[in-house]
C-alpha cells in the first residue's frame, strides 16, 4: 500500500482540500481556505512554491525569470498584497520614462502617443508616425466615420480579423500582434476577439468605432475622475521581486501545508472525497482544487470526467522563455531609452520583446549597468532550433545586434524557460470555457483554478485561485 503523504494533517477531514499547483492561483486559493479555518494540501511538481513567479539575483541586480509586474487596473493582486501587509513594497513603473518602440524595417520606431491598446485616439502622432504607411494611416482616420452595426456580431472572429476589419493589415502586424504576443505569446490568427479584445467588442457594438468608442469612454473617465487625484501607474511589483509574493503567502498558509517536488500523477474518487496518488505516496482529501495549466487538469481528469478533459485539451499552451543581459552601461553607444521594444512577428526574429529594466522600475540594477530582459514568445515553434540555451542566447545577440548595432559580449546572461505555461485563448474560448464549467458543476468537489479560464494575468490568476476557493467553502 502506498504511503500516506499527509499523516501530519490535523482537524476534520471534510476541511481538507488538496490544491494540485502552488504557483499563484493555487497559492490564492490555499490562503482563502486557510483564513476561514480550512486545511489546504498543496503539491508542485517544482521544488519551489510560485509557478512562473521567480525572482533571482545577478549581480547585484534583481531578475524577474517569469512576470515582472502586473496591470494596476485590476485589484485583486493588489489587495491580496495589502492583506498580506506588503503594501509598503508595492512599487510602480517610472512612467515618466515610458516610451515603447515597435520595430519596422530593422528599425526602432517610437510607438505613436494616444494609442490606447491599439486603437489610435489622437490625429497628430497618427499623422506623424513612420510606424505606419499612408494608405494605412488613412484607413485608421476613415475608422471614426464606422457606423454601430444593426445588428451586433453573433459569432467569436479572430483578433486579426477584427482588426483588419476595423483598420487593415498593416494595423494588425505593426500594432495588434505584436502588443498582444507581449501578453500572449500568440498568432492573432487564432486568438479570439471576444475573449482577448472584450471591451472593445463592446465598444464595437455601442459605437461602431472603436476609436469614437475609446474617446467617448475617455471623456466618461475624466468627467468622473474631476477632481480626484491623478491616476497611480500603469503597472505594478514588489520592491524585491514578484518572487516574495509567493513567498510571503507561503509563509501565511505554513510551510508544513506544502508537498514540493511532487508531481500528482492521478486522481480519483472515494466514498467520501478523492485520492491523489504521487509516485511515492497518496494522499485524501475531501475536495480537489486544479490549480495546474488546463493541459495538467486534463490529465488529472482523464478518467473522473473524460468530456471534461477533452475540452481541457482543447486549450492550446505556448512555451516561452526570458534571456535576461547585463551589460556596462559604458559597452553601449548610448544609453537605452524608455521601458524597451517590441519586434512584430513579420520582421522574422527570435525575440519578441525587450524590456530595459533599469528604466522601467527603480532600484533594480545598480548606476552604471544596463539589464536587458528579452522575451521569447512561442519558443515551441523554434524548439528544434533553439533547444539549448547556448543557441537561444545566440539567436538573441543576433538580434540586438541587428537592431541596436550592440556588439559588445553580456557580462552576465541568464536563460528562463517556461514550457506550455502560457494559455492561447483561441477563437471559440468563451463557449469552450461555458462547457467546461458546465461540466465541472456536475463534478462536486473539484475545482479548476488557473490562466486557461478568464484572464491571463497575475491579476486575474488571484482572482480564480479566490473563487476556487470559496466555491471549497461552500
Ligand atoms: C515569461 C512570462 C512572463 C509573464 N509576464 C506577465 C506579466 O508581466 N504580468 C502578468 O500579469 N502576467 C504575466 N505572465 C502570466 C502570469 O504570470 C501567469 O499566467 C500566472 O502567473 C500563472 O499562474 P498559475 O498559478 O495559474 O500557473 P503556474 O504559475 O504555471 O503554476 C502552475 C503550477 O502547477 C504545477 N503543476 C502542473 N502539473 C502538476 C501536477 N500534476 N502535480 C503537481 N504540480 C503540478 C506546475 O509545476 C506549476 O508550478 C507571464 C507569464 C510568463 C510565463
Not at 517610437?110 to 491598446?117: E, I, K, S
Not at 479570439?192 to 471623456?219: D, I, M, P, Q
Not at 495538467?296 to 470526467?305: E, H, S
Not at 479560464?453 to 490568476?461: K, Q
Request: aromatic share 6%.
Amino acid at each position: 500500500m502506498a504511503a500516506s503523504i499527509a499523516p501530519h494533517t490535523v482537524g476534520s477531514p471534510s476541511k481538507r482540500v488538496a490544491i494540485v499547483g502552488a504557483g499563484i492561483s493555487g497559492l490564492s486559493a490555499a490562503y482563502t481556505l486557510k483564513k476561514a479555518g480550512w486545511e489546504p494540501i498543496l503539491f508542485d511538481v517544482r521544488p519551489r512554491a510560485g509557478g512562473v513567479l521567480e525572482t533571482t539575483c545577478i549581480d547585484d541586480c534583481l531578475v524577474e525569470g517569469g512576470p515582472d509586474s502586473y496591470l494596476a487596473q485590476k485589484p485583486w493582486a493588489t489587495s491580496l498584497i495589502r492583506e498580506l501587509g506588503m503594501a509598503g513594497d508595492l512599487i510602480g513603473s517610472n512612467d515618466e520614462k515610458r516610451k515603447t518602440y515597435i520595430v519596422r524595417n530593422g528599425r526602432l520606431v517610437p510607438m505613436p502617443d494616444g494609442l490606447l491598446m491599439m486603437v489610435p485616439t489622437r490625429v497628430m502622432p497618427m499623422i506623424g508616425t513612420r510606424l505606419l504607411s499612408w494608405p494605412a494611416k488613412l484607413r485608421m482616420g476613415l475608422e471614426l466615420l464606422r457606423a454601430a452595426p444593426a445588428q451586433p456580431r453573433s459569432e467569436d472572429v479572430s483578433v486579426a480579423d477584427f482588426f483588419r476589419d476595423h483598420y487593415d493589415q498593416e494595423a494588425v502586424d505593426y500594432l495588434a500582434e505584436p502588443l498582444l504576443a507581449g501578453v500572449y505569446g500568440g498568432d492573432p490568427e487564432r486568438m479570439s476577439a471576444t475573449s482577448v479584445l472584450s471591451r472593445f467588442v463592446e465598444l464595437e457594438r455601442e459605437y461602431g468605432s472603436l476609436s469614437r468608442g475609446v474617446l467617448a469612454e475617455k471623456r466618461k473617465r475624466a468627467a468622473n475622475a474631476s477632481g480626484n487625484p491623478a491616476a497611480g501607474p500603469l503597472f505594478r511589483t514588489l520592491r524585491k521581486g514578484l518572487g516574495t509574493l509567493a513567498e510571503q503567502l507561503m509563509g501565511a498558509i505554513g510551510a508544513r501545508h506544502f508537498h514540493l517536488g511532487e508531481r500528482i500523477e492521478t486522481l480519483e474518487r472515494t466514498g467520501g472525497g478523492f485520492r491523489l496518488r504521487t509516485r511515492t505516496g497518496e494522499c485524501e482529501a475531501a475536495q480537489v482544487v486544479l490549480a495546474t495549466p488546463a493541459h495538467g487538469a486534463a490529465a488529472l481528469l482523464r478518467t473522473l470526467d473524460p468530456p471534461a478533459a477533452d475540452l481541457l485539451d482543447q486549450i492550446r499552451y505556448h512555451s516561452s522563455a526570458t534571456v535576461a543581459l547585463l551589460y556596462k552601461m559604458s559597452q553601449l553607444s548610448r544609453p537605452p531609452i524608455g521601458f524597451g521594444f517590441l519586434v512584430p512577428r513579420r520582421e522574422r526574429r527570435t525575440m519578441v520583446a525587450a524590456t530595459y529594466v533599469q528604466n522601467k522600475f527603480s532600484d533594480r540594477v545598480p548606476a552604471g549597468s544596463a539589464l536587458f530582459r528579452c522575451f521569447v514568445g512561442n519558443a515551441s515553434e523554434e524548439e528544434a532550433r533553439l533547444r539549448d540555451d547556448g543557441a537561444l542566447v545566440e539567436a538573441i545577440l543576433a538580434d540586438l545586434r541587428w537592431l541596436t548595432g550592440l556588439k559588445a559580449e553580456p557580462e552576465a546572461v541568464r536563460v528562463f524557460r517556461w514550457p506550455r505555461a502560457m494559455a492561447q485563448y483561441e477563437v471559440g474560448h468563451a463557449k469552450r470555457i461555458k462547457e467546461i464549467r458546465e461540466r465541472m458543476s456536475a463534478l462536486p468537489g473539484v475545482h479548476l483554478a488557473g490562466n486557461a479560464y478568464e484572464g491571463i494575468g497575475i491579476p486575474d490568476c488571484v482572482r480564480t485561485g479566490q473563487l476556487a476557493g470559496e466555491a471549497c467553502l461552500r
